[in-house]
């Protein structure tokens, strides 16, 4: 009675009849063979039997511990609570600044600094920057600056965020939306990003590698660092895409800078500054 | 005067009911419990932050293994799951031919006891060895018991792909388990589906079909 061309057809639904996948019609036709084919009952015997031990198997190896259970509920508790604290903290904010025009999404984009028509002639004349020059009342030193970019750029320190959706955590500090590019089209990984200290500012701090290069985009507060990078001579000016980009050689890194809408980008690396660049005038 | 602790929100009350769930399948994604708790600990908190996200009604499990899933791939393995090799135009189902009547017969009754030790210990490390995506998908179908449209969509790939990598993960399980009960003599060598079955054919009794699949207690 059992032969191979009578069981195959059953053979062949039978993870699919154990997963329950299979239609009405099907079914039966299943079941008419399983009834009458002690193989093929066998084999489902056994497809239940692993799943079942699969089951009390992966479950057993993996009790929530009551600390565990505790750190989970307090993360929960603690995170409903930031969020209500930013809530009514960033009303106000949100709307001084227009961002509560700004769909989350938008802000990604909005990283993507360099997309509307800034002209090169604005961008070289200060006068056109009443907030930055206003913000300037220390003296001028944009080597300092160029220095920290390089140091932090080879700082080891572990990052303080992994997880690109949580880098919002780090807005409260640096003032201004953090989020990360992901920059694959240049094949690179992003690492992490954390928040370092820049002159009197702090900025967020996003590393990533590209082809065994480390790479540092920083994102900070353009209005609030004194020192706004392309206003200096300091830095030569390219047009990528269209886009004016500022770029630098410090210590033998390249420093690539320009900002957006009162949020500075910069990217340190050991990359030619053309692809410094490139990366900048990438983020759209 | 101390804060007393605020009564758990709706939000919470369910996490936490789902935490031995999301622990299972996280361990068996990491296979490290440390990273397995972390990676739990995001996943809810990223499910609270998108929690109006989530449709009343439907599958909260799902949604939540899902994050847990999405989670796994952008923290650890940036680009995607692990590919295999093995992942590909499926097999010819009858060339499962390592299983005859006498694995069945000592493999299929987990109250064996001897067997089932033995199944519980090495299924682990058997899914363990399977490539990442063939073992989130039998973890997903056989553990969870959610359906080829949700692991799909969990997976981010079409209902084929899913069956197709439960059959290959499977059939790889199996034949690790195999390999196990035969190392410790539960079963002999081993004779192909279709090959005339030994101990199967001598007691001619209709094994009763288990229609449903009983959750585990």
Not at chain 1, 32 to 38: D, G
Not at chain 1, 64 to 91: G, I, K, M, N, Y
Not at chain 1, 182 to 191: F, I, P, T
Not at chain 1, 259 to 280: F, H, K, M, P, Q
């Amino acid at each position: 009675m059992t032969s191979v061309g009578g069981c195959r057809p059953t053979v062949t639904r039978l993870d699919a009849y154990a997963d329950g996948e299979l239609s009405p019609d099907q079914v039966l036709e299943v079941e008419a063979h399983l009834s009458e084919c002690s193989s093929c009952s066998g084999h489902l015997q056994l497809e239940h039997a692993v799943r079942k031990s699969a089951r009390r198997a992966t479950y057993a190896a993996a009790v929530p511990s009551d600390a565990f259970r505790e750190r989970v509920l307090h993360a929960l508790q603690a995170e409903t609570a930031r969020a209500e604290a930013e809530a009514a903290e960033q009303a106000p904010r949100a709307s001084m600044l227009s961002w509560n025009n700004i769909t989350p999404l938008a802000l990604a984009a909005a990283v993507a600094l360099l997309f509307t028509a800034t002209t090169n002639e604005k961008r070289n004349q200060p006068a056109t920057m009443p907030v930055a020059a206003a913000a300037v009342s220390e003296p001028f030193n944009v080597e300092k600056l160029l220095d920290e970019l390089v140091d932090q750029h080879i700082d080891r320190s572990e990052p303080s965020v992994t997880e690109a959706s949580l880098l919002d955590r780090l807005e409260p500090e640096v003032g201004v939306p953090v989020h990360a590019p992901s920059l694959v089209q240049y094949g690179a990984r992003w690492e992490g990003g954390r928040v370092v200290p820049l002159r009197n500012e702090r900025a967020a701090s996003l590393r990533y590698r590209v082809a065994g290069h480390r790479v540092t985009l920083y994102v900070y507060n353009a209005e609030r660092l004194q020192e706004r990078l392309p206003l200096s001579n300091r830095f030569k000016k390219r047009v990528v895409r269209d886009e004016p980009v500022y770029v630098a050689w410090k210590r033998g890194y390249s420093i690539a800078t320009t900002d957006r809408r009162g949020v500075g980008y910069a990217v340190a690396s050991d990359l030619g500054e053309d692809e410094g660049a490139e990366i900048l005038a990438s983020l759209h | 005067m101390k804060a007393r602790p605020s009564p758990p929100t709706d939000f919470e009350r369910e996490a936490m009911a789902q935490l031995p769930t999301l622990l299972a399948v996280g361990t068996r994604l990491t296979r490290n419990a440390a990273e397995a708790e972390d990676l739990v600990q995001d996943t809810l908190l990223k499910a609270l932050r998108a929690r109006e996200h989530f449709a009343q009604g439907s599958n909260m499990r799902a949604w939540l293994l899902r994050i847990l899933t999405n989670t796994f791939i952008n923290r650890y393995r940036r680009g995607g799951l692990e590919r295999s090799v093995l992942d590909g135009p499926d097999a010819d189902p009858l060339a499962d031919g390592w299983i005859g009547a006498s694995t069945m017969e000592a493999m299929r009754d987990p109250e064996s006891r001897a067997l089932r030790a033995v199944l519980e210990k090495e299924i682990l490390q058997a899914l363990d060895e399977l490539p990442e995506e063939f073992r989130l998908a039998v973890v997903l179908s056989d553990v969870e018991e959610l359906s080829y449209r949700e692991i799909a969509e969990i997976m981010g790939c079409p209902i084929g792909t899913v069956m197709s990598r439960l059959h290959r993960g499977r059939r790889l399980l199996k034949g690790r388990l195999y390999q196990h009960a035969r190392s410790l003599g539960i079963v002999g060598p081993e004779h192909a589906i279709g090959v005339e079955p030994r101990a199967a054919a001598g007691d001619g009794a209709v094994i009763p079909i288990d229609r449903k699949r009983g959750r585990v207690a």
